[in-house]
């Protein structure tokens, strides 16, 4: 399997409930990112990871936790979401975080709704 | 943080029509690169460029970067449906600890048969 590859696809939680989204990716890639994609605005940087490491993190509320146990996996757990927490969550992953023309590598995301 | 204005917002035409959208900042862009997500799907990379004043063709699509390198435009010939789908232009800028990539709001194309 190539490319990068998210799931779960669909992910419907309840405001107290505690769910993980998982991002894995099989391109040899040293930097991961989380992205928050909602209607009518631009894609939001969420988190950086460069060879484990968190680099980036871009004023996100603590109810949202990321995890890169190494530079293959990502993880996103989510506690005590609010409503306003549904949207598209994509992850993405790029052959490092310095390089400025480092295209980034998208997987098809997860569309969280939060009731 | 670079603001991305991208423009129309919504394109709806006919298949076989040409179409042109934008891609506009106040700030210089150090690079800039296009991305198409499709729906259900996460963007995908058409194109980077560098230069002011480079063009790049891909297919039916002509990337061409201002000068100033302040806007970028994506041109399409003789769209057809496989056209539809979201368009984003993303600027490169130095974080705390990296670049990052700042996307515009994007441009929906849909390509009507």
């Known amino acids: 399997e190539t490319g990068v590859t998210q799931t779960p696809r669909h992910l419907v939680m309840g405001m107290t409930n505690k769910k993980s989204l998982k991002c894995e990716q099989h391109l040899g890639h040293n930097a991961m990112y989380w992205y928050k994609q909602s209607a009518k605005k631009p894609l939001e940087l969420m988190f950086v990871?460069?060879?484990?490491?968190?680099?980036e993190n871009n004023s996100v509320p603590s109810r949202f936790s990321p995890e890169c146990p190494n530079s293959s996996h990502l993880f996103l757990h989510l506690h005590t979401l609010q409503p306003e927490d549904s949207a598209l969550y994509l992850c993405?992953?790029?052959?490092?975080?310095?390089?400025?023309?480092?295209?980034?590598?998208f997987g098809n995301g997860t569309r969280l709704t939060v009731t | 943080t670079q603001l991305l204005e991208q423009s129309p917002q919504f394109l709806s035409i006919q298949e076989g029509e040409n179409l042109t959208v934008y891609c506009n900042s106040s700030?210089?862009?150090?690079?800039l690169q296009w991305y198409r997500q499709e729906p259900g799907e996460g963007p995908v990379l058409l194109v980077t460029?560098?230069?002011?004043?480079e063009v790049k063709k891909l297919k039916r699509l002509t990337f061409q970067f201002g000068d100033a390198r302040k806007d970028s435009s994506l041109h399409i010939t003789a769209a057809q449906p496989g056209d539809t789908g979201l368009y984003l232009c993303a600027s490169s800028y130095s974080g705390a600890g990296s670049y990052q990539l700042t996307f515009g709001k994007g441009t929906k194309l849909s390509v009507i048969p």
């Open positions: 993405a992953s790029s052959q490092d975080s310095q390089g400025r023309y480092s295209p980034l590598h």
């Open positions: 700030s210089v862009f150090s690079s």
């Open positions: 990871y460069s060879l484990e490491e968190r680099v």
């Open positions: 460029v560098v230069t002011g004043g």
